[in-house]
């Protein structure tokens, strides 16, 4: 097992989504380190990056937002989950309802991830701003020790 960064990992919607930007503002002004796995000209060797993050970044910190249906990121959900316990890892998941209703099948796929994450103990956060604010706190504590 590798050695945890003092790092959040910013998984999840990606896209043309801008919910990382927020983020990004409320870590630097943390003074928190983070990856930001979105970059301009992705190539397959940025998965290689994004892998080594995914189990040395000491949050993860995953987020899907309602701009998609999000089936990508639902999917990665579980093996993020399973390595962050594996890890020694914090996850912390965000998952926002998609608008096209609570029957859609985007709606039905975010349920299914919900109750097995609970099932399980992860927390599912319903905004990206109350799973920000307890990472700040993590590191607050790690900070102290």
Same mark, same amino acid.
């Given at each position: 097992?590798?050695?945890?960064?003092?790092?959040?990992?910013?998984?999840?919607?990606?896209?043309?989504?801008?919910?990382?930007?927020?983020?990004?503002?409320?870590?630097?002004?943390?003074?928190?380190?983070?990856?930001?796995?979105?970059?301009?000209?992705?190539?397959?060797?940025?998965?290689?990056?994004?892998?080594?993050?995914?189990?040395?970044? %000491?949050?993860?910190?995953?987020?899907?937002?309602?701009?998609?249906?999000?089936?990508?990121?639902?999917?990665?959900?579980?093996?993020?989950?399973?390595?962050?316990?594996?890890?020694?890892?914090?996850?912390?998941?965000?998952?926002?309802?998609?608008?096209?209703?609570?029957?859609?099948?985007?709606? %039905?796929?975010?349920?299914?991830?919900?109750?097995?994450?609970?099932?399980?103990?992860?927390?599912?956060?319903?905004?990206?701003?109350?799973?920000?604010?307890?990472?700040?706190?993590?590191?607050?504590?790690?900070?102290?020790?």
């Amino acid at each position: 097992m590798a050695p945890l960064q003092d790092i959040v990992g910013l998984f999840g919607t990606a896209g043309n989504s801008t919910w990382r930007d927020g983020v990004m503002a409320r870590l630097d002004a943390a003074g928190i380190a983070y990856f930001n796995p979105v970059v301009p000209d992705w190539t397959p060797a940025h998965a290689e990056l994004e892998s080594q993050h995914l189990v040395t970044d %000491r949050v993860i910190l995953l987020v899907i937002t309602g701009e998609t249906e999000g089936y990508g990121s639902l999917a990665e959900t579980g093996w993020a989950a399973l390595s962050a316990a594996q890890n020694g890892q914090t996850f912390l998941l965000v998952i926002e309802d998609y608008p096209d209703g609570p029957k859609s099948t985007a709606n %039905r796929a975010r349920a299914l991830v919900r109750a097995h994450a609970e099932k399980v103990g992860v927390t599912v956060y319903v905004d990206v701003d109350t799973a920000v604010t307890a990472a700040i706190e993590i590191f607050k504590t790690l900070r102290v020790s």
